[in-house]
């Protein structure tokens, strides 16, 4: 059985690591924190195949990613909720350069405009699925159990050892020593810093991000667009709405400007949302490359896999498919 190591417990790795398992390879995942507390973490679990377009991803890519999350949920019995986004044009202003800058994908995606309550004459996409980052991990840890994976947490990699890209070993900040045939990295915003004693640079740009838990009267029952704050339900409180997005260059720093907090609640109540109280601020950094879609890069037996931004949940499926062909061909 030929031995993998994953290293980086978001997304990408974690659905790499099922993928990979469920094909015979022998995989351990490594994570320096716990699984899922970079962006993964943090994000607001909207798949959508519209967003995806404006930002210049390939139709034929997202479909096949939204089908893959349809039939991941159905073997593992995570939750995935049909919804739509309603961008309201009393916020046009915020959204104009999205809408310029993806006119013809927008026109390309199933749109229309309708008057919707409260929020007047609105640009609605019907083309998206809801799911919960947490509950995602949730699922596939159990399955990956199940699987055998050996999963590491609070133990990351402190430097792969080789000549050049032909990995030999991983050592782990506690001193331990994992010696792998396959190295995947997956370590979003952190995967330069890994590789730089390997002479390889990819300039990842992070952008940082949060989203809000807030407790709220009325809830929605969609997402709400306003570009870069989005708003969704959350996927099992009739209570709690996800207030998200942001987007601010960041290097690696994870600090929460309480300003920046103020400015999306803010941007919440404009389209008629009203947190009642702030339960939990989650921050997280979205990798980020010139075009917003996942690299996969090969050399020699490591395999680099980062750059989804701010599609990294709706992508991960189709990273890990072709991760797999990857390794499959080593
Ligand atoms: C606010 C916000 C909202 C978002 N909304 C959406 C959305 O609605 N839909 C969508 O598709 N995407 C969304 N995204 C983007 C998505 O969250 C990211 O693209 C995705 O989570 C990136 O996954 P990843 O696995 O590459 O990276 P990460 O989640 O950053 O995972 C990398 C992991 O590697 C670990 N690590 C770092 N260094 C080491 C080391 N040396 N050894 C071992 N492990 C290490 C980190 O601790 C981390 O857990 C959003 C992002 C943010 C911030």
Redesign the pocket.
Known sequence: MRRITV???????LTSALFLAREGFNVTL????RL?????G??????SYSLGLVDGLDPSLLRRALSTHKKLAEELGHSIKVSEIVVPLTQAKAIIRELTRGIAAVFRAKYGFKRVEKLGLSLVVDDTLLIDPLEYRDSLVRRIGELGVNVIENN??EKLVGRGSRITEAILSNGSVIESDIYVL?????SDE?LRPQGIELGVESLK???ILARVDENIDRVIGVDPVFMRPHQHRDDIVMI???KKPSGLDLEIDEKDIETMLDTAVKVGVKPLEVLEVRV????CLEEPVTRIIKYDNLIVS?G????????APQAADEIVRLARSM
């Not at 490594?30 to 924190?33: A, C, D, L, N, R």
């Not at 899922?36 to 993964?40: I, L, N, Q, V």
């Not at 989804?308 to 709706?314: A, D, I, Q, S």
């Open positions: 290293i980086g417990g978001g997304v990408v790795g490594v994570e320096s924190g899922f507390s970079g962006a993964s943090a994000n607001l679990g909207i798949l990351g990699v997956a370590a979003g915003p952190w890994i991000g949060y989203t998200g997005g942001y997280g950094l979205r990798p980062t989804h931004c701010r599609h990294g949940m709706l992508l």
